[in-house]
């Protein structure tokens, strides 16, 4: 316990003062303003451009203007919160950075753990916040096509727990390779894949990347099994993230 | 206090440590000796219980160091050879950040930390970021990392070799007056007179094997060997083949100006040398006996264990 | 259309993705003057950051500095 929050502390620390506070909340808010007002403008610009028929085809309503927001948040958000994070373990591995918490009877589990609860709770933190800006700005400038507010919660709920699956395999692959640049470039590549593989009827509900189509989706039906798996590989993941981080740490 | 035995280790197939075994007593300073790459961090490493072994039996304080129980190590503090920080910490903050693992009150901690950063002489960079410290300073706070919570054992990996006379000074000052306060500790350096200054005992290895352990004084009585550093006025370029069997000659180094005749039987020298070097017919300025170094002693060990 | 983008009421919506661009942009180039960077010279990392708006500073905060 001592060491969880000792570790919880230095995270803290270290992401205030390397700025990764900051690149998280721009990476994760600002397409939430940026996103709707885009979309306001689009028909406007379109519309000095090409001629004015055209322009009022597209039609833009409050909820494919969160929706837009959801796809920045699995595309440019992720890449900016891979950026962010890839350093944050394997940095500390291969910079022999443990030594001395470590010679000093710092538990390495605890380590792993307050690492990834710190950076899942302050992602999901800006996530929430992030949805409701949206949804603030999507209902101001937008008005057709109205969803509960309820549901847009949810899929923010959704896209934290991808989030949290994204951040624990990204400590998994650090702990193997011992390289951030690797791990999160192995992360993006799954991430794309797997959105293929979402497509697949029959295996979709078990892939992580569902979470993603559920909340564009902004339904309540059939959410739990993937919510389940998600979370068991959760598990699964940090317990070989903490085997290999002992094993590998100073060998 | 320590004791090691048989301790092995292996990397793939390649063995590091070939079962090597001491002792170190309570209150003393072990100096681990040896070339680069001899085995020695590999050994601090294993006693630290950073790394497994793979056979052997290590005790600290009576207790086994097992591979899953870190229990005897709470006893203990490391400096490694080049320590590193979280470097956006600030000096201070990283001895409290290393007090909170160990759970050290926060006011008891503070006070400890004022009284380590007074003893490495830290206090006036404590409250800036360690990204701003110079080498020595860093190893100035690895110290004060490794004294925190007042740990009965010190290891020491080369606490000294990337620093400068200065700083080196100062170490060496706080190394003593740990001893003096009843520390055991072990440090391992390449640098002999280092090791000659502060150490108690010491333990030489090389290739994996310690090929010798005890008191200095032991091993100078053991293996020290008189010198003679003779001057000629023309330095002879074939002495080496013209002295080579001489029986009591067992090595002939050639330095500069001075010829430097290692002898393995003093008092058969001492009744010829002259007749040797009146054979030579070449002017002599000077004839000294010395004793061999540490450094010589260490090299001839060295050159032996490479024929074995 | 047109009337309502001059709406004092757009213009507050705008306002705060105005802020974070500027203030982004100002504090990239104040870490750039003082910190040491990597892979690229400084006058690149500046072009990087004004023309690359938010995620030409988001590179150059998270990749383009030296950590130590």
């Known amino acids: ?88 373990l394997s940095d500390e591995i291969s910079s022999q950075k443990l030594i001395f918490p470590y010679s000093k009877g710092a538990n390495l589990s605890s380590i792993v753990i307050a690492k990834i609860l710190h950076y899942a709770v302050t992602i999901s933190i800006f996530i929430i916040f992030g949805f409701i800006i949206n949804y603030y700005y999507a209902v101001t400038l937008f008005s057709e096509n109205i969803i509960a ?74 959410i739990l099994t993937t919510i389940f798996s998600v979370l068991l590989y959760c598990i699964i993941l940090s317990l070989l993230t903490i085997k290999n981080y002992k094993n590998n740490t100073f060998a | 206090m320590i004791k090691v035995f048989n301790l092995t280790k292996k990397y793939g197939n390649y063995e590091v440590l070939k079962g090597i075994s001491f002792e170190i007593e309570k209150g003393t300073i072990y ?98 970021k360690i990204q701003t410290y110079s080498r020595g300073m860093k190893q100035k706070l690895g110290l004060a990392v490794a004294l925190l919570d007042n740990p009965e054992i010190i290891f020491l990996d080369e606490p000294t070799s990337a620093l400068d006379p200065e700083s080196r000074y100062d170490i060496f000052n706080q190394i003593l007056e740990m001893k003096k306060n009843g520390k055991t500790i072990l440090l391992s350096t390449h640098i002999l007179s280092d090791a000659e200054r502060v150490c108690d005992y010491i333990g030489i290895l090389d290739k994996g ?42 090595d002939i180094k050639i330095k500069n100006d001075t010829v430097s005749i290692y002898i393995n039987d003093i008092e058969l020298a001492k009744k010829n040398i002259l007749s040797e070097l009146s054979k030579l017919d070449i002017p002599v300025i000077s004839l000294q006996q010395r004793e061999n170094t540490l450094e010589d002693i260490f090299i001839r060990l060295v050159k032996q264990n490479e024929y074995i | 259309m047109l009337n309502k983008l001059s709406n004092p009421e757009l213009i507050k919506l705008i306002l705060p993705l105005f802020i974070i661009q500027l203030g982004l942009t100002v504090f990239s180039i104040y870490r750039l003057s003082k910190d040491k960077v990597k892979y690229l010279p400084k006058w690149a990392w500046l072009l990087i950051i004004i023309f690359g708006e938010i995620l030409g500073c988001i590179i150059f905060l998270t990749i383009g500095r030296e950590r130590e």
Do not use: C
Request: no cysteine.
């Open chain 1, 1 to 88: 316990m001592n060491t969880f929050k000792a570790y919880l502390k230095k995270e803290m620390l270290e992401s205030w003062r390397q700025y990764k506070y900051l690149l998280l909340f721009i990476g994760i808010i600002l397409f939430a303003i940026l996103d709707p007002i885009l979309l306001k403008l689009l028909p406007e610009i379109l519309k000095s451009k090409i001629n004015g028929d055209l322009a009022s085809l597209i039609q833009i309503d409050i909820k494919s203007a969160v929706q837009n927001y959801i796809k920045d948040l699995n595309q440019v958000t992720l890449l900016i919160v891979l950026l962010t994070l890839m350093g944050s």
């Open chain 1, 149 to 222: 507010f309820k549901n847009v919660l949810i899929s923010a709920a959704l896209i934290s727990i991808y989030y949290f699956f994204v951040i624990i395999l990204l400590m998994f692959l650090s702990s193997i390779f011992k390289k951030g640049v690797l791990a999160a470039l192995l992360v993006l590549m799954l991430h794309i894949i797997s959105a293929l593989l979402v497509n697949i009827d029959k295996i979709a509900k078990f892939i992580p990347y569902n979470l993603i189509s559920l909340a564009n989706s902004f339904t309540t039906e059939n």
């Open chain 2, 31 to 128: 100096g681990l000796l040896g070339r680069n790459g001899a085995g020695k961090t590999t050994t601090m490493n294993i006693l630290t219980g950073l790394i497994d072994y793979n056979r052997g039996e290590i005790y600290i304080n009576g207790k086994m160091l097992d591979k899953n129980k870190r229990k005897p190590l709470e006893e203990i503090g490391y400096l490694p050879e080049s320590p590193t920080f979280y470097t956006y910490m600030t000096g201070s903050e990283y001895l409290l950040f290393i007090s909170k693992i160990r759970g050290i009150p926060y006011k008891k901690a503070k006070k400890e930390i004022d009284k380590l950063l007074d003893l490495v002489k830290l206090k006036e960079a404590a409250n800036k």
């Open chain 2, 209 to 250: 094997k310690i090929i010798f352990s005890g008191k200095i004084k032991e091993l100078k009585q053991k293996y020290a060997l008189p010198i003679y550093d003779i001057v000629f006025e023309n330095l002879p370029h074939n002495i080496k083949e013209k002295l080579n069997n001489v029986k009591w000659i067992a």
